[in-house]
């Protein structure tokens, strides 16, 4: 793919996906705002949304860049039996298991020396992992398509995939994570 390294290829190549980006995170906090008595109820739960969509965005930032790197080697396969495409997306789940419950705890500690927590430990390590391994896959599944998307269209992944895995997490991590709130509070 011959890529061209202006500022003017790539405002060409990243403004229609910002823009498009820009109006999908006013959804999210719409989404969040309606959340709103749920998270003044249960402070713990305010603490979790900002590190939990940020670390689900990070999970998926770093998988599309070792994706994209793989693409530009020309090393990159969608067939579903690549070794190392799967060893990427099961290490971005095994992340995610190993973090979210040191969020959670996290976020308890914080509230609970606060003075603020109303859930107990278990209900918050469970909406931490829950939320977490479910945003994980679904940042994997983003980050496949993007990259792919992104192929196809003979689009840089440096310049749209990033963006697209972190906003798209945004936005999925304030839905997931209060779904996972309806399941367990």
């Known amino acids: 793919m011959p890529t061209e390294w202006s500022v003017r290829a790539i405002t060409r190549a990243m403004l229609p996906v910002l823009l498009a980006l820009t109006l999908v995170e006013i959804g999210s906090g719409l989404v969040l705002g309606s959340f709103e008595s749920s998270l003044l ?94 945003l994980a896959v679904l940042a994997i599944v983003v980050t496949l398509v993007a990259t792919y998307a992104a192929y196809r269209f003979s689009l840089d992944p440096d310049d749209v995939v990033i963006p697209l895995v972190t906003n798209a997490s945004d936005v999925l991590g304030v839905v997931v994570l209060f779904g996972t709130v309806q399941v367990y509070v």
């Open 41 to 134: 109820r249960f402070p713990t739960l305010l603490v979790l949304v900002p590190v939990t969509i940020g670390t689900a965005g990070n999970l998926g930032s770093i998988l599309a860049a070792r994706l994209s790197t793989a693409f530009h080697l020309g090393t990159l396969s969608f067939d579903p039996r690549d070794e190392a495409l799967a060893g990427n997306a099961v290490a971005t789940v095994a992340l995610s298991v190993t973090v979210f419950p040191v969020i959670g705890a996290g976020a308890w500690l914080l509230s609970t020396l606060l003075g603020m927590a109303r859930l107990p430990l278990s209900t918050v390590l469970a909406v931490a992992v829950t939320s977490g391994v479910a």
